[in-house]
């Protein structure tokens, strides 16, 4: 079945980076876009990147463009995400997600990893 | 970017009562609207798809329906489990976007 494991939240200062990590099994990584969604403490949820399959295509969150990089390891079966220049206002759970681009619903969701960003 | 507006924010029912929530897209979105559950502490879980498709796995008595620019899912018969909090969100254009959330607690 399909499991999505992500890894690396923890607290960081504001202006400090932080990769988080997605290990993926039980489908073809490399055939699907894969996509990193937050959640801040008591909110909604918030599209944050994706990326193709190839990684071909990426595309941000005008919040995180700049700052983040997604990327991804097929050999691997895993996704990243690469924080810079972190502000409280990146404070969340962040989810990894198949998929998530037009047309294509987020199927499946890993657990999460909280990221606290503060002094 | 899409709007997605849900309501109520949240409601109050009994086990066995049959529940709907409305979706309002701020233009078209045809019909790629998504629904999804949130128990506290957990992920997301996918329930419908592309405004009506029940993704494999779950229970019959949800359902959606919709098109354009409103969207409802709804529950024929509210079970304990269920107790949740329910998003939209739209695959039509990127940025992909997320209702709101409604939050279904017990009455």
């Known amino acids: 079945q399909v499991q999505l494991v992500e890894s690396g939240g923890g607290l960081v200062k504001p202006g400090g980076s932080l990769r988080l990590s997605c290990a993926a099994s039980?489908?073809?990584?490399?055939?699907?876009?894969m996509s990193w969604v937050r959640q801040a403490p008591g909110k909604g949820l918030e599209w944050v990147s994706y990326?193709?399959?190839?990684?071909?295509?990426?595309n941000y969150a005008d919040s995180v463009k700049g700052r983040f990089t997604i990327s991804r390891d097929n050999a691997e079966n895993s996704l990243y995400l690469q924080m810079n220049s972190l502000t409280a206002e990146d404070t969340a759970v962040y989810y990894c997600?198949?998929?998530?681009?037009?047309?294509?619903?987020?199927?499946?969701w890993g657990q999460g990893t909280l990221v606290t960003v503060s002094s | 970017d899409i709007q997605m507006t849900q309501s109520p924010s949240s409601l109050s029912a009994s086990v066995g009562d049959r529940v709907t929530i409305t979706c309002r897209a701020s233009?078209?979105?045809?019909?790629?609207l998504n629904w999804y559950q949130q128990k506290p502490g957990k992920a997301p879980k996918l329930l419908i798809y592309?405004?009506?498709n029940l993704q494999s796995g779950v229970p019959s008595r949800f359902s959606g329906s919709g098109s354009g620019t409103d969207f409802t899912l709804t529950i024929s018969s509210l079970q304990p489990e269920d107790f949740a909090t329910f998003y939209c969100?739209?695959?039509?254009?990127?940025?992909?976007?997320f209702g709101g959330g409604t939050k279904v607690e017990f009455k």
């Open positions: 997600a198949t998929e998530g681009v037009t047309s294509r619903p987020y199927r499946f």
């Open positions: 039980g489908f073809t990584f490399s055939d699907y876009y």
């Open positions: 990326i193709s399959g190839l990684s071909t295509y990426t």
């Open positions: 233009q078209s979105i045809s019909t790629y």
């Open positions: 592309t405004a009506s």
């Open positions: 969100q739209q695959s039509y254009s990127t940025p992909l976007t």
